[in-house]
């Protein structure tokens, strides 16, 4: 029997790695639904897999016929970027929440037998009496549109008449892809750095938050889809850092790299630190300190000599 997998957002920074690994050839058919709002044209060059693109909006077109006969939906689709989102909330409504579940309730009726939703670690807002937050909690205060709307999609999610049903609470994603993205911390700190830019540390920057190498995050969407765990909803970090933290790995590389503290607009600036026990537990990715680190390492090594290695910018 064949295996159709349809990919929503397949384009952005985490669907464009995913579009790269071989692991997809476990699916006969691989389509990828994208608006292409962001015009990430670049994600779809020299791909080891064969795949159909359907151009659709979410919000505003049907995907009812995508998904006939579809055997796995990974919905990565939506607005992403946090701090924008705070002068978008009408469109952010729309995509992150009424989006993701029109796009959840046709692969239902579709007869879809595993669905994956990437929600966000940001919905946990600043810390509070709890140290670590694991996915039951209680204590969940989002700070940004985008975090709300993530958190608020969840539920009717998980409630759907889906054999298997995933909800990812992803850290902050770190790794190089073809359709990456600049405004989260790491990968806008390198840019920076690498463009001879001062990198901007909201204030106080000491509070450890949770981060995602792309590596991880490639591994948890595959082996959650091959290891068929429990439903519900999973942490996944691969490791906390500071921002300083990160920016000392960059130094490394960028001995010249300029910092400043700046106030933010978003409140959650403590940080907030996750148990991904459960994670673990279903097998989904391995990690430790040493080898987050080594990942975020390697990345910077990547986009300072490799990527971005013959770059060099100035002010004319």
């Not at 590389?253 to 910092?259: C, G, H, I």
């Amino acid at each position: 029997m064949s295996k159709k997998i349809v990919i929503t957002g397949g384009v952005g920074h985490i669907g464009s790695a995913l579009l790269n690994d071989s692991r997809l050839k476990a699916f006969d058919e691989i389509i990828v639904v994208d608006s292409f709002v962001t015009s990430r044209y670049s994600s779809l060059f020299n791909l080891p897999n064969k795949i159909k693109l359907v151009k659709r909006d979410i919000v505003s077109d049907s995907i009812k016929d995508v998904l006939k006969g579809v055997d796995t939906v990974v919905h990565l689709a939506g607005t992403v970027n946090a701090g924008e989102t705070i002068d978008k909330d009408g469109l952010t409504r729309e995509v992150n929440y009424l989006g993701a579940i029109k796009v959840a309730k046709a692969a239902a009726q579709a007869g879809a037998k595993c669905f994956v939703f990437l929600s966000s670690a940001s919905i946990y807002g600043p810390m509070d009496s709890e140290d670590v937050r694991a996915e039951n909690t209680k204590h969940i205060y989002p700070q940004s549109p985008y975090a709300k709307y993530k958190h608020q999609a969840e539920q009717p999610i998980l409630d759907l008449d889906i054999p298997k049903v995933y909800v990812f609470r992803f850290g902050t994603i770190f790794g190089y892809s073809p359709g990456m993205r600049f405004h989260t911390v790491t990968n806008k700190f390198l840019w920076n750095a690498i463009t001879g830019n001062p990198v901007t540390i909201w204030k106080p920057g000491t509070g450890k938050r949770p981060y995602l190498s792309l590596h991880h995050a490639k591994d948890a969407i595959f082996n959650i889809m091959k290891n068929k765990p429990e439903s519900g909803v999973y942490n996944a970090v691969s490791e906390h850092w500071n921002p300083l933290e990160i920016t000392d790995v960059i130094k490394r590389y960028k001995p010249e790299l300029d910092v400043k503290f700046v106030t933010p607009r978003i409140l959650n600036q403590d940080g907030y630190l996750l148990d991904c026990s459960k994670a673990e537990k279903a097998s989904l990715y391995t990690t430790s300190p040493e080898i987050a680190l080594t990942h975020l390492e390697e990345y910077a090594e990547l986009m300072s000599y490799n990527i971005l290695g013959n770059l060099e910018c100035f002010d004319g």
